[in-house]
C-alpha cells in the first residue's frame, strides 16, 4: 500500500464501508465510527504518520493515552466515549491486518473496553421465506439473486466469502451430492460447509440459464460466480444492494443486509438444536465465545415466546 495519507484515508474508508456491508451497521452508528477514525487519522497525520504500515504498537498505546489525558487543543474524553474510540481503532487495525493492508496489528494487545453487547438481528424463518421465495427465476438477474439469498442462508457464509467464490467451486459442487463448499474466511482460513438441496438447485438453475446471459457481451473474462448486469464479478456492495431492494420487495421493513441471513442461518440451527461447536466451525469462527452470542439470542426469543404465550407469564 502507498506509504501517503491518502492511504490511510481509503483505509478508514474501506473499513467503515465493511461495516455497512458485511456488518450490516446502522447509518448512526457507522457515523459514531467515522468520527472517531477521523480523530484518529487527524492525531496519525500531526504526528507525521501519513501510512497504515507506518502505525506501531507505541503509537496506538500513546494515542490510548492522548484520549485520557487531551492536550491543548482537545479536552479528555468521556471514559464511555474513550471506550468506543478505542475499540474504533483496534478494529480499524484487525480489519487493516485481515485485508492484508499491514503485516501486523498494532493494536492486538490494546485492551479491550467492557461495552453493552448488541445481539445480533436475526430475520423469522417465516421472513427468510419470503425474502427467498419473492424472487422471481424466469430472468438472469431473479435466477442470480436466488442463488445469491439461497447461497447466503443455506451455508452462513460472510457476503465477502460468497462473492469470492468462483464458477470451478460451484461447479465442483454440485458435481458430487456429498461435496461441500469450500469457503475461504478471516485471515485466509478455508472451511467446507454442506450446501442443501434448495441452494443446489439455485446454483445449478443459475449458472444453466442464469450466468450466461448475464456475461452475453461482457468486454473481459471473470472466473467469478456471481457476476453483475456487465458481466463482471458482482462487489460486496452489489450484493448488498440485491439483498435491501430484495427485502423492500418482500416487505420486510426491517434493517437487513447479508449479515443478516449469517445471524439468521446461525439463530435457526441453534433453535433448531445445533451444537454450538457445529455452528461455531459453520461460520468459521477461531473461538467458540463469538459463537456463544446466538445463545443469547436463542434464549430471548424463548422468552419473547413464553411470555406472550403462556397463560400465568403475566399478572392480568
Known sequence: MPDTLASLTRWQRDYLNSLVVERGLSSHTVAAYRRDLDRYVAWLGARG?????????DDVTAYERHLATGDETH??????SRARALVAVRNLHAFGLAEGL??????ADMPVPKQGQHLPKALSIDQVQALIEGVERETPIGLRDAALLELLYGTGARVSEAVSLDVDDATRLLGDADAGLHLIGKGDKERIVPVGSYARAA????????RPALREGAKRATPGLFVNTRGDRLSRQGAFNIVKERAAQAGITTPISPHALRHSFATHLLDGGAD?????????????????????????????????????????
Open 276 to 316: 454450538i461447536r457445529v455452528v461455531q466451525e459453520l461460520l468459521g469462527h477461531a473461538s467458540v465465545t463469538t459463537t456463544q452470542i446466538y445463545t443469547k439470542v436463542t434464549a430471548e426469543h424463548l422468552r419473547e415466546v413464553y411470555a406472550t404465550a403462556h397463560p400465568r407469564a403475566h399478572r392480568v
Open 49 to 57: 504518520i501519513t501510512g497504515a504500515t507506518g502505525i506501531s504498537s
Open 203 to 210: 446454483l445449478d438453475a443459475y449458472l444453466v440459464r442464469g
Open 102 to 107: 499491514t503485516a501486523v496489528n498494532p493494536a
Open 75 to 80: 479536552r479528555p474524553l468521556a471514559s464511555s
